[in-house]
């Protein structure tokens, strides 16, 4: 049996699944994604945690794997151009060629919040759909574009970068470089430079407190929704302020492609769940062309999404995927 492999690469985490043909989950792995060494030491780390799945599911090998990494990717070469979430990872780095060379593996690498998309799309939230935006809060803001039942890659492998729509021209200093962007209000790291900046100022916020209590050294998406729970003020108010962004953001981008469907993932997403979910449609409203365009729903396969897009696109590798012709309109021929 052709065994295959998604992996979701993390800016804290590597997750690895192992799955049948069909997507059944029969191996996983887990573990910290290197803080040092660059990209040799993740390389280093992904294989051991491929090992150990690949072992978990009785397989002597692998068909095909499909890695979601973070950052900027060159989906035909298996090249990850660019990757600021990853520690010591400036240059241009041959990831897919690697994992092939190393596992005899066929490898697919695109980028992380694609690869989430994609599982969620074959899997999850929006199995059926054929229009569908997916916006992943995380470290960063990321998303991806579903379009005719077809995930969108972009002549630059860029398409869905949401976060980098200008929610307020002349606004905060995004990690990009520009100004306004939606990932400057509502990305994890933006939010933990907003409270350390706010708590130098003197405002008070257990959001540290709990950091350091859990041995943590920045601020979690779980350390955001326990300071939530305990009302703490300035995350109350970081979560307001990414909401609005959020709100504005989604429903200009649900403007331009008339989606049938928003679903919002990633690790801040799906740990603060419905409710975050109710209040960034309620916020988007306002700003609709068409008044409740688009249904607003949580990621289905949550921590699993990435590995298990991952699978799905190592099982287009092997076995490339035929999506049902267009129906022609009526009255062509
Ligand atoms: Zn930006």
Same mark, same amino acid.
């Not at 229009?131 to 809060?137: A, E, H, M």
């Not at 997403?269 to 409710?275: A, C, I, K, N, V």
């Given at each position: 049996?052709?065994? &295959?492999?998604?992996?979701? +690469?993390?800016?804290?985490?590597?997750?690895?699944?192992?799955?049948?043909?069909?997507?059944?989950?029969?191996?996983?792995?887990?573990?910290?994604?290197?803080?040092?060494?660059?990209?040799?030491?993740?390389?280093?780390?992904?294989?051991?945690?491929?090992?150990?799945?690949?072992?978990?599911?009785?397989?002597?090998?692998?068909?095909?794997?499909?890695?979601?990494? @973070?950052?900027?990717?060159?989906?035909?070469?298996?090249? +990850?151009?660019?990757?600021?979430?990853?520690?010591?990872?400036?240059?241009?780095? @041959?990831? !897919?060629?690697?994992?092939?060379? =190393?596992?005899?593996?066929?490898?697919?690498?695109?980028?992380?919040?694609?690869?989430?998309?994609?599982?969620? &799309? $074959?899997? !999850?939230?929006?199995?059926?759909?054929?229009?569908?935006?997916?916006?992943?809060?995380?470290?960063?803001?990321?998303?991806?574009?579903?379009?005719?039942?077809?995930? =969108?890659?972009?002549?630059? *492998?860029?398409?869905?970068?949401?976060?980098?729509?200008?929610?307020?021209?002349?606004?905060?200093?995004? !990690?990009?470089?520009?100004?306004?962007?939606?990932?400057?209000?509502?990305?994890?790291?933006?939010?933990? $430079?907003?409270?350390?900046?706010?708590?130098?100022?003197?405002?008070?916020?257990?959001?540290?407190?709990?950091?350091?209590?859990?041995?943590?050294?920045?601020?979690?998406?779980?350390?955001?929704?326990?300071?939530?729970?305990?009302?703490?003020?300035?995350?109350?108010?970081?979560?307001?302020?990414?909401?609005?962004?959020?709100?504005?953001?989604?429903?200009?981008?649900?403007?331009? &492609?008339? +989606?049938?469907?928003?679903?919002? *993932? *990633?690790?801040?997403?799906?740990?603060?769940?419905?409710?975050?979910?109710?209040?960034?449609?309620?916020?988007?409203?306002?700003?609709?062309? +068409?008044?409740?365009?688009?249904?607003?729903?949580?990621?289905?396969?949550?921590?699993?999404?990435?590995?298990?897009?991952?699978?799905?696109?190592?099982?287009?590798?092997?076995?490339?995927?035929? =999506?049902?012709?267009? $129906?022609?309109?009526?009255?062509?021929?």
């Amino acid at each position: 049996m052709s065994l &295959l492999a998604g992996v979701d +690469v993390g800016g804290t985490k590597i997750q690895v699944v192992v799955t049948s043909p069909d997507l059944e989950v029969i191996g996983q792995s887990r573990g910290p994604t290197p803080a040092a060494g660059g990209p040799p030491a993740v390389v280093d780390a992904l294989c051991a945690l491929l090992d150990e799945a690949r072992r978990q599911a009785g397989a002597d090998g692998l068909a095909a794997i499909g890695v979601g990494a @973070p950052g900027t990717i060159e989906k035909a070469t298996g090249v +990850v151009a660019r990757s600021p979430n990853l520690a010591g990872w400036m240059d241009p780095f @041959p990831l !897919g060629p690697e994992l092939e060379r =190393r596992t005899g593996a066929r490898v697919g690498v695109d980028n992380d919040v694609h690869a989430g998309m994609l599982g969620e &799309l $074959r899997l !999850g939230a929006a199995r059926g759909l054929r229009d569908v935006l997916g916006v992943w809060f995380g470290t960063g803001v990321g998303g991806a574009v579903v379009l005719d039942g077809a995930l =969108r890659s972009g002549p630059h *492998g860029a398409s869905g970068e949401i976060g980098h729509v200008c929610v307020r021209v002349g606004g905060r200093r995004c !990690g990009c470089g520009r100004r306004g962007c939606l990932e400057a209000y509502a990305g994890r790291a933006s939010m933990e $430079r907003r409270a350390r900046r706010l708590m130098a100022e003197g405002r008070r916020t257990d959001l540290f407190r709990i950091m350091e209590h859990r041995g943590l050294d920045h601020l979690t998406s779980g350390v955001f929704a326990r300071a939530l729970a305990a009302g703490d003020d300035l995350a109350q108010d970081l979560i307001d302020e990414a909401v609005a962004a959020a709100g504005s953001g989604i429903a200009s981008v649900v403007n331009v &492609l008339d +989606v049938e469907a928003v679903v919002i *993932g *990633g690790g801040l997403g799906t740990r603060l769940g419905e409710p975050f979910v109710a209040r960034v449609a309620a916020a988007m409203q306002p700003h609709l062309f +068409v008044t409740g365009a688009a249904r607003v729903v949580p990621a289905a396969l949550g921590d699993l999404a990435g590995a298990l897009g991952g699978a799905a696109a190592a099982a287009d590798l092997v076995t490339p995927v035929r =999506r049902p012709a267009r $129906r022609r309109a009526s009255g062509t021929g």
